[in-house]
């Protein structure tokens, strides 16, 4: 069965500082790979994606992602945070060229930035 | 446009009750999901319908969980006879068609006393 590792669960943080959070998958086959956030109060957003090509990901609010096949990880990163990316941030999996089009999350990390 | 959109938003229930979730997908959507999100689980998918196609219902966690789709349009989930530990956010999300980006709704927050 896929699954997803995220470590680190709580992330503290100041502003301006680098952010990195870690994604590992099990799975052999070809993947598409989500980074998804859920901002408080709020539901559950796309950040950015990876289906193909080159593997490293821009997304949205200066988020990036790398693709390393060979670690079978997909590790999200922002240079500089800010107060408003505090926030849940959940790496997922799907493998629907198997027949698998659920998403395997993994538990989630509860990033807090302190202004 | 519109998004995914879920009703009730929260539902408080008594054990031993049912209860039913409904989700209104993007439009032209063809595929649907429901997961669940819980404080001891994290997020665990239920059961995703595409199109005409028989469901995938290897998800759910009991034969207490049932879902339908109508129309290949809103879903419904259905929990009966409930348990505290269904308590937890249901989320429904939908993409164009599999393995596509999948867009969620805000969930329905089930508490069950």
């Known amino acids: 069965a896929q699954s997803v590792s995220q470590h680190n669960h709580h992330v503290i943080l100041s502003e301006a500082a680098s952010l990195e959070l870690g994604c590992n998958y099990s799975?052999?086959?070809?993947?598409?790979l989500f980074w998804y956030v859920q901002y408080p109060g709020q539901h559950l957003q796309l950040l950015l994606k990876?289906?193909?090509?080159?593997?490293l990901v821009k997304g949205i609010k200066g988020f990036e992602a790398e693709f390393i096949k060979s670690k079978f990880s997909f590790n999200l990163r922002k240079p500089s945070v800010q107060w408003s990316d505090t926030a849940e941030y959940f790496c997922a999996v799907n493998a629907p060229r198997y027949g698998n089009n659920r998403l395997a999350f993994g538990k989630g990390n509860q990033v807090v930035v302190i202004p | 446009g519109a998004g995914v959109s879920q009703s009730p938003s929260n539902k408080v229930t008594e054990k031993g009750k049912d209860v039913e979730l409904r989700c209104d997908p993007i439009?032209?959507?063809?595929?649907l999901y429901w997961y669940r999100q819980s404080l001891g689980q994290g997020l665990e998918f239920l059961i995703y319908?595409?199109?005409?196609?028989?469901?995938?219902k290897s998800g759910l966690p009991s034969d207490r969980f049932s879902a339908e789709r109508t129309g290949g349009s809103v879903s419904t989930l259905t929990i009966q006879r409930t348990q505290q530990e269904d308590s937890a956010v249901y989320l429904c999300?939908?993409?164009?068609?599999?393995?596509?980006?999948?867009?969620f709704g805000p969930g329905t927050r089930l508490l069950v006393l």
């Open positions: 319908f595409q199109g005409n196609s028989a469901p995938d």
């Open positions: 999300a939908s993409s164009e068609e599999r393995g596509e980006t999948q867009y």
């Open positions: 799975y052999g086959g070809t993947v598409n």
């Open positions: 439009s032209g959507h063809t595929a």
């Open positions: 990876y289906f193909s090509g080159d593997p």
